[in-house]
């Protein structure tokens, strides 16, 4: 891991810590300049590397959340499976998605105000689909830790 690359590993742990940090804070603490960090910040969010969000923090707010383990069946075409998971990217209920190698094939999350709309939402959304095996659902209670950071 060469110096810069470091650099970059520090900046994005301060970023995870607090997304409002100025590139001059930044800056400062890796003793570089403002320019380099806000060019190397930048370069990272273009090559898809990092994103600068807001993470809602579910329960926080009153929502309830899962993650649903997916299996579909072996003989299922690719162009099957391209097809579905554009279905979920623009399923507003879905907040993440991962393929996954494993127990399952596709893991997703799925948020809803009320608890009762979220088991709805998700037996909506799968229940009867050609591509799917079986499916696993998770209901979530209280979130300690998201995306590195302790609640």
Known sequence: MNDIYKRDIEMIKMLKEDG??????????????KTTIRWRRMKLIQEKKIMIIAVM?????????????????KDTPQSDIQELEKEFIKNKNIYEIFEAIGTYDIVLGFCAEKAQDLYKIIHKTLRGRNEIMDYDVSIFMKSLKVWGIPI
Do not use: H, M, P, T
């Open 20 to 33: 409002r940090i100025s590139d001059a804070e930044i800056a400062r603490r890796l003793k570089l300049s």
């Open 57 to 73: 923090i579910y329960d926080n707010i009153g929502y309830s959340y899962a993650r649903v383990g997916i299996k579909l069946k």
